[in-house]
């Protein structure tokens, strides 16, 4: 059972930058693809980015150039570097965590991630 634990959240202005970390306990980090999905008031959780076993990245069109996922195996934790943000960036990230066999195959649907941690909030002001 692995558990995810969140942090970095904050308030932050328009076209700053922050960087969220997810610390991973449990199991074996790096049998593990890793992905950060967030939520906004009202709206669906959705997908942000993925970071597959063999560190291949994948990012939702709306990150795209803004937002750097990476992982650490020997510390156990993925990292999202969030540049450039905008006020629709305002939500709630959650770390999600997937045991894989891929090397390469990143995941990018929530229903493909089985562990998840309990979020932090992101608000970013104009």
């Known amino acids: 059972q692995v558990q995810l634990v969140e942090s970095g959240g904050g308030l932050v202005q328009a076209g700053g930058s922050l960087t969220l970390s997810c610390a991973a306990s449990?199991?074996?980090?790096?049998?593990?693809?890793m992905g950060w999905f967030r939520q906004a008031p009202g709206k669906e959780r959705e997908f942000v980015a993925a970071i597959s076993r063999g560190s291949i990245t994948y990012y939702a069109d709306s990150v795209k150039g803004r937002f750097t996922i990476s992982r650490d195996n020997a510390k156990n934790t993925v990292n999202l570097q969030m540049s450039s943000l905008k006020p629709e960036d305002t939500a709630v990230y959650y770390c999600?965590?997937?045991?894989?066999?891929?090397?390469?195959?990143?995941?990018?649907?929530?229903?493909?991630?089985?562990?998840w941690g309990q979020g932090t909030q992101v608000t970013v002001s104009s």
């Open positions: 999600a965590a997937q045991y894989s066999s891929s090397y390469s195959y990143t995941g990018r649907a929530s229903s493909e991630f089985n562990y």
């Open positions: 449990g199991g074996t980090f790096s049998n593990y693809r």
